[in-house]
């Protein structure tokens, strides 16, 4: 139990306020200790697109780095080759990549590509690991660590990912065991995106109108680095500070890209946004103001049959939704804000000039793929254990165990997985994709539409997707996507065999 609860450290009580009662809020309010920053004035940064150093071969550094994130003060960041959001790789379908990650920080590391087809041994398995040179690894005492086998690389990890899928929006991002969350927050997150002929061809905004948007949420110290209660990832349990944020930890600053509620200016045209959920347990209702629609071309796993419109979309911690939003429906000079129905505001685009706009939004985007009958039903149950100190996150009754599979699925199978759950639980399937079936015996929400890989499920839901299982035989993963709840053994793992 030591182990798992960890990260739960320092701060003590100062500054930390409770909220959390509201069924839509998803984790408890962590208050920054510096005056939050004038909204609307940093533009909007995108994150630059990573070269490789060969063709197929890209190398990148996780390493500590200084960034202007609230104007005025500096942030250390543990960002890939120091960026936060660490660069885009740009890639194409079948296009086999082999990623050197070089770990340089202090503690270790796992990367995984999330949405991504990859084999097991590339898939960032918690306990497979990536120190820096010179740097040692000691498995944590406690409870579950003498039943886990640890594999520790020295200096780097060539990451193979065959990139076998359809073109979606994909992000890597940390996966270290009982530190995912602490190690997102400062700074582990990046977008890969694939791409596709059947997406090329389709006439939706491209180039410098196609922007990927990470939104995530973050607290400050005074001296302008990130807050969150832990100051050190290898410190162990603080008794009686754990519980405050057992439910998950949410900053009162929004990140876009990495700057606090920038602005974009744009033209009034067309633009595909493709908004990706990386806060570690912040829900998002995302709105625009004075009114307009999100018209969404996309889902986690790629291209919907069709186009829906929303008014508003709810995104959940891992989800991504890919958008076409029109301004041109709006006078030059308006400022569109983006805001966030569940409390505050997102970003701003401002409406700058007009501009020609070849691109368009078909009616269909992508074949309606048949999908085998389900062979198997399995019940996953996301829920709360035990009390007090002893109280942790567990799936089906059982806290995470590596190398203890859940589930057996067969290579090439389809099968109905139902998550049941006590609380908002962003429940995140690896390899897999899925369709939602449908909502305590309801039909699915309309955000639910198309493939994905991870589902917002919602305090005392029953959802029922029907998964498919292609790709590589070998033990992945299912867990909830709030940091917090996955770093306190809220995992399983699954064989595909
Ligand atoms: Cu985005 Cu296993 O995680
Ligand atoms: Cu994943
Ligand atoms: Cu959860």
Known sequence: ?????????????????????????????????????????????????????????????????KMEIIPGTTTEVWGYDGMF??????????????????????????????????????????????????????????????????TVHQGAKDYVYPLEQRAATLWYHDHRMDFTGPQVWRGLAGFLIVRDDEDDALPLPKGERDIPLMICDRAFEEDGSFRFPSLDPSLLIRPGVQDAYMEGVEGDVILVNGAPWPILEVDAVRYRLRLLNASNARRYRLALTPGGHFIQVGSDQGLLTAPVAHDAITIAPGERFDVIVDFSAYPVGTDVTMTDRLGGEVMRFRVTRKAKDDSATPKRLSAVEPVAPAVATRTFDFRRTGQGGGASWTINGQRYRPGRALATPHLGSTEIWRFTSDFHHPVHVHLARFH??????????????????????????VVDVLARFDGYRGRYMIHCHNLEHEDMAMMADFDVI
Not at 88 to 106: A, C, K, M, Y
Request: charged share 20%.
């Open 85 to 150: 959001p660490g660069p885009t790789f740009d890639l194409r379908r079948g296009s086999r990549t082999i990623l050197r990650v070089r770990n340089e920080l202090p503690v270790p590391t796992s990367t995984h590509l999330h949405g991504g087809v990859t084999p097991p041994d590339s898939d960032g398995y918690p306990t497979d690991l990536v120190v820096a040179p010179g740097q040692g690894f000691r498995p944590p005492h406690g409870d579950h660590s003498h039943h886990m086998s640890w």
């Open 1 to 65: 139990m030591i182990s798992r609860r960890g990260f739960l450290g320092l701060l003590g009580g100062a500054g930390l306020a409770i909220a959390g009662c509201g069924t839509e809020v998803s984790g408890e309010a962590l208050t920054s200790a510096l005056p939050l920053p004038p909204k609307f004035t940093v533009p909007l940064p995108i994150p630059k697109t990573a070269v490789p150093v060969r063709p197929g071969h890209y190398e990148v550094v996780q390493r500590a780095s």
């Open 436 to 461: 939602v079936l449908s909502r305590n015996g309801r039909p699915p929400a309309l955000t639910d539409a198309g493939w994905k890989d991870t589902v917002d499920v919602r305090p005392y839901e």
